[in-house]
C-alpha cells in the first residue's frame, strides 16, 4: 500500500449549490476523512440543479441506462474467532449491539454477505474437521460427520444476524478436507487422495443439508481457500485446476445435481495474480457447467485480473472473498484509500458481484489464532476483557458501500474523474442511485456530477471518500 501525504481539510462539505431557479431535488452526503475527523457522518444535502454544471474541470457522468452486474452486498468472515468473541467475550446486550450494527439494514451499516470456513482455519482456537477420526483409520462414507463444533458459537452468531437481515447471504470455504482425506494425514500440508473425491463431495453434501437444518442456508461454496498454498502451521491443502476441474465436473457437480442441492459452487478462492488457475478450470467443458463463478483474494497481483477472467467467460461471475488488513500497515488514511479503491471500487468496477473482508472480529491481541497470521485485523475489534468494541478502518471504507447498496442493485456506468479522483455508481432495487467517490488527493478536489440532465457540485476533502445517494 502506497503512502500519500496529505493536509487537514478545513473545508471539509463545502458545496457549490446551483441557483434556486433550478433546484430539482437534493442528494445525501456521507463523508469520511482520512485524518478521522469525519467518520462516517451524513453532511448537509447537496443541492441539484436542472442543467449540466460546467463549474468544474471534472465531471462524473452517472448513466443508470447502461447497468452491469447484479449486487449481493458486502461483508465479513464469520471465522471461530469472530464467533466465539461475540459469542462468549460479549454481554447480550453488546452482542445485539454489534450484530445490529453490523448487519443491520437500517440500524448499521447492513452486512449482506458472510464467509464461513468449513472447520478449522488459522483463526480457531482447535484445529478440527467435521469428520475426524483417529490416526490411521478413515471414515468413506462419512458416517461419523458432525457438525457440533459450530453449534457453541458460529451457528448461534449466524442466526441472529440472519433474522437481522434476512437478505444475508452465506458462502463457505474449507481450509483442509478431513486428514485421512489427505496425502500427508494431516489438516496441515498436502493434497487430496483421488480416492476420496466422492467423500469429499460428500462432505459438502452433509455440510450443506447439517447447515440448512440448523436456518443456516449454504448460498455458495468453494473447494478449497487459497488452493496454490500450503501453510506450514495451519489448515491448508494445495489443489492443482486439473484436480478443481476433476473434483467439479466428475465429483461435486454431479453429487450437487443428484441430491437436489442448490448451493452455487465457485472456483478458484486466491489471490489475483494467478489468473490462469481459474481459466484453466473454466476450459474445462465438463466442470465449466457446474461453476458459476470465480472468488478472488488480494494478496498478490491486481484487481484487473477479475475482468481478465470476466472477458474469456462472461456467463461467470466474479466474487471477491478475501482480503485482511494488519499492523503491517497501521495508518488509517493510507488504509482507508487503498481498501475502497482495490475493493469498493476496483472490485466492483470488475464485476464483484459480492466484497468480503477477513475475519468479522478479532480481539486486542489479532485473535484468538492458532498458526497463520499473528498481527491481523478485525473489521471490529473486540475488547476481551469488557466486550467492548472498536470500529477499524475497514468498518467505515465497507460502510460507505455496504450501509447503502442494497441486495439486488445493479452496479451502472459512472465514468470520468482520473486516478486520484475515482468512482463507482449503483441503483438500488428502488430506483434510488448511490456514487461513491474516493479522492486520493492531498488536496480538497472539487468535480460535478451529472445523471439524466440533472447535476450537482461538491468539494471532497483530502483523502477522503464520500457516498452520495438520490432518486
Known amino acids: 500500500m502506497a503512502t500519500i501525504s496529505c493536509q487537514a481539510a478545513p473545508t471539509a462539505g463545502r458545496v457549490a449549490t446551483a441557483p434556486a431557479a433550478t433546484v430539482a431535488t437534493t442528494v445525501e452526503v456521507w463523508l469520511t476523512t482520512g485524518d478521522q475527523r469525519v467518520l462516517l457522518a451524513r453532511q448537509p444535502d447537496v443541492v441539484v440543479g436542472t442543467s449540466a454544471s460546467t463549474a468544474t474541470a471534472t465531471i462524473i457522468e452517472v448513466d443508470p441506462s447502461h447497468a452491469y452486474q447484479e449486487m449481493i452486498g458486502f461483508g465479513g468472515a464469520m471465522t471461530d474467532a469472530s ?10 446486550p453488546d452482542r445485539e449491539r454489534l450484530l445490529q450494527d453490523l448487519f443491520g439494514r437500517d440500524s448499521g451499516i447492513g452486512f449482506s454477505f458472510v464467509r464461513v470456513p468449513m472447520g478449522a482455519s488459522d483463526f480457531s482456537i482447535t484445529h478440527y474437521s467435521y469428520d475426524d477420526v483417529l490416526a490411521g483409520e478413515s471414515d468413506s ?112 457437480g454431479p453429487a450437487f445435481a443428484r441430491e437436489g442441492i442448490r448451493t452455487l459452487i465457485w472456483d478458484w478462492d486466491h489471490n489475483w495474480d494467478l489468473p490462469q488457475q481459474p481459466l484453466d478450470v473454466l476450459s474445462d467443458s465438463t466442470a465449466r457447467r457446474y461453476v458459476q463463478g470465480v472468488a478472488w483474494h488480494c494478496y498478490g497481483g491486481d484487481v484487473a485480473a477479475q475482468s481478465t477472467v470476466h472477458a474469456r467467460y462472461p456467463d461467470k461471475d466474479a466474487y471477491f472473498t478475501e482480503c485482511s488488513g494488519g499492523d503491517w500497515s497501521p495508518n488509517f488514511e493510507e488504509n482507508l484509500k487503498w481498501t475502497v479503491a482495490n475493493l469498493i471500487i476496483g472490485a466492483t468496477r470488475n464485476w464483484a458481484r459480492g466484497v468480503l473482508m477477513w475475519n468479522l472480529a478479532l480481539d486486542e491481541n489479532h485473535g484468538p489464532h492458532l498458526g497463520g497470521c499473528a498481527n491481523c485485523r478485525g473489521i471490529v475489534t473486540i475488547d ?43 441503483r438500488n432495487p428502488d430506483g434510488q442511485l448511490v456514487l461513491v467517490v474516493l479522492n486520493q488527493n492531498a488536496t480538497n478536489r472539487p468535480f460535478s456530477v451529472n445523471s439524466a440532465g440533472r447535476s450537482f457540485s461538491y468539494v471532497l476533502p483530502s483523502s477522503s471518500v464520500a457516498t452520495f445517494t438520490w432518486h
Open 83 to 92: 464467533a466465539f468473541l461475540i459469542q462468549n467475550k460479549m454481554s447480550p
Open 384 to 426: 476481551s476483557r469488557t466486550g467492548q468494541y472498536k470500529r477499524e478502518v475497514e468498518y467505515y471504507a465497507f460502510a460507505h458501500a455496504s450501509k447503502f447498496v442494497r441486495s439486488g442493485a445493479n452496479r451502472i456506468a459512472s465514468t470520468g474523474g482520473d486516478s486520484t479522483l475515482s468512482s463507482v455508481a449503483f
Open 141 to 252: 462414507t462419512l458416517r461419523r460427520f458432525s457438525i457440533d463444533a459450530d453449534r457453541a458459537a458460529k451457528l448461534p452468531v449466524l442466526r441472529r444476524a440472519l433474522q437481522i437481515n434476512p437478505q444475508l447471504k452465506v458462502m463457505t470455504s474449507p481450509w483442509s478436507p478431513p486428514a485421512w482425506m489427505k496425502t500427508t494425514n494431516s489438516l496441515v500440508k498436502g493434497t487430496l487422495r483421488q480416492e476420496f473425491y466422492d467423500s469429499f463431495a460428500t462432505y459438502f453434501v452433509k455440510f450443506i443439508r447439517a447447515y440448512a437444518a440448523e436456518r443456516v442456508p449454504v448460498y455458495a461454496i468453494t473447494l478449497q481457500n487459497e488452493p496454490n498454498f500450503e501453510p506450514d502451521n495451519y489448515p491448508g491443502m494445495h489443489l492443482g485446476p486439473a484436480a478443481r476441474a476433476e473434483l467439479i465436473g466428475a465429483h461435486l
